[in-house]
């Protein structure tokens, strides 16, 4: 979960490489670079030791000035070597090496209080099916298109009237979208519903943080606009319960990220989804309630492992908790524990395995306490030794009060940590993902007659017999309710 609380703040989400961090910019001048020296390191060799300078003007207000031979655009327009005197709230500045090979994308925030905003992505492909865009005949570009029956478009913060080749660092506002083109990504902003009703402080007192139940109601998830509208995941009515770790399965394009996508609210499903009875946008009022790792780290390597969660300790805490030192640090250092850093809190990021650099991504979410705790693959990248340490760690979180769900592609490792396992298989009877099989692992070992997670998978995508349609009959048919098979 990404955000600021402070007046006068101003951060740059920054996208390089399909790899995503946040910049604070705090200071009255900033440098950014790939040296050591430079305030902010970026590591990319292209980029040179001074890539641009930014800071707080006089005026109180944020400059940005080049000092580059990149191409520089600001919201799709050229700049050259011209400096920005005065940044605006979602200027997009992108920076293209001379070869166009090579890129970064920084998105400008400023003034906002929006704590909340978390940023998910999708490829292009997916993104068609959400927004406005198609690709051309011979399947290179991708164009974005006016629909007069869709409500007003923004393209790099202008209204669209014509069909626009869309580029690196294209911006696009339609719909419940906002976000910006990578090559092959479009990354949006999920904004939290805004609190009308109840302060934060008082919808989190509100939910109990130690016996809860989130409820899954989903009917449909449907993808495409007009005749390209299809349904991709249906029927899945479960019950899952404070302190379970819960692991999802699914066969190849089955709808596992879809499944999770839909229940922190990522992708909009047909149905409900709640936490002791209470829509789960009320929960989200509490801020970090809901936490989400994704699949590529979001720290930045040239970070100690200790400012790490610092920063992101800034970003999430309540201002109570940031106002009292002794409480801050409390948290700070069981969260170093509880993931197993402490003896890496001095240790830059660049210089730590695969396995701990993971670790220290699911830190930077943890350190905001939620109370559902999503993870997409946390393991990817990860020998053996270093996932026994991330397992045992989620499992201590789950013991506390928490419900922790994760999607991995090494399942049998974590074999003795989890509670309960969510399998989603293709129904090719009606070309759409659905509930396989919900409850505990040995009722799951019975059911598929495998005791083996990856075994199962491949059961599940075995397409010479059906199988994962026989099994969404078979479970089907024993009516196990919202509790599943225990």
């Not at 800071?55 to 580059?68: D, E, L, P, T, V």
């Not at 449909?220 to 899945?236: A, C, K, M, S, W």
Request: charged share 25%; aromatic share 8%.
């Amino acid at each position: 979960m990404l955000g600021i609380r402070h007046n006068r703040t101003a951060f740059f989400y920054c996208i390089t490489d399909d790899q995503f961090s946040t910049i604070m910019v705090d200071q009255k001048k900033l440098t950014i670079g790939n040296s050591k020296g430079s305030d902010i390191c970026l590591e990319k060799e292209w980029i040179g030791n001074e890539l641009a300078v930014v800071g707080r003007s006089g005026s109180g207000g944020f400059y940005f000035r080049s000092g580059s031979d990149k191409l520089i655009y600001l919201n799709g327009q050229y700049l050259g070597n011209k400096s920005i005197p005065e940044l605006k709230d979602r200027d997009c500045i992108s920076i293209i090496s001379q070869d166009s090979r090579n890129w970064v994308i920084l998105w400008f925030r400023s003034d906002t209080n929006e704590a909340g905003t978390k940023w998910a992505r999708l490829s292009c492909s997916e993104a068609a099916g959400m927004l406005p865009i198609h690709m051309d005949q011979d399947n290179k570009y991708w164009y974005i298109c006016p629909q007069d029956d869709a409500g007003e478009t923004l393209l790099n913060k202008q209204v669209l009237t014509d069909t626009v080749l869309i580029n690196v660092g294209t911006t696009i506002s339609s719909g419940a979208f906002r976000g910006v083109f990578t090559p092959d990504y479009f990354y949006y902003e999920v904004p939290m519903i805004p609190d009308t009703t109840e302060s934060p402080e008082e919808a989190g007192q509100n939910i109990s943080t130690g016996n809860g139940t989130l409820s899954i109601d989903i009917k449909e998830r449907i993808v495409g606009l007009f005749y390209n509208r299809r349904v991709i995941l249906r029927d899945i009515h479960i019950d899952i319960h404070s302190g379970e770790m819960v692991l999802i399965l699914g066969g190849s394009g089955a709808g596992k990220s879809t499944f999770m996508n839909a229940v922190i609210g990522y992708e909009k499903a047909t149905g409900s989804i709640t936490y002791n009875n209470r829509p789960l946008d009320e929960l989200r009022k509490s801020e970090n309630a809901i936490g989400f790792v994704p699949q590529d780290n979001v720290v930045r390597e040239g970070d100690k492992v200790g400012n790490a969660i610092r920063n992101a300790a800034q970003m999430k805490l309540p201002e109570s908790i940031l106002a009292n030192p002794d409480e801050f640090n409390r948290r700070i250092q069981h969260t170093l524990d509880i993931m197993g850093l402490k003896e890496k809190e001095k240790s830059l990021i660049s210089k730590l395995s695969g396995g701990e650099k993971k670790r220290v991504n699911v830190a930077a979410e943890y350190i905001g306490d939620p109370l559902l705790f999503f993870l997409d693959e946390p393991d990817t990248g990860v020998d053996p030794a270093q996932d026994e340490i991330m397992m045992r760690s989620l499992r201590s979180i789950a013991d506390e009060g928490k419900i922790v769900m994760m999607i991995t592609h090494t399942p049998d490792r974590g074999i003795d940590y989890y509670d309960k396992v969510i399998v989603i298989a293709k129904n090719k009877e009606r070309q759409c993902g659905e509930l396989a099989f919900y409850g505990t692992k040995e009722k799951a070992w019975d059911f598929f007659g495998i005791q083996s997670f990856e075994e199962i998978i491949k059961a599940l995508n075995d397409e010479s017999e059906d199988r994962s349609s026989a099994y969404v009959r078979k479970y089907q048919s024993l009516n196990p309710g919202r509790e599943g098979l225990q």
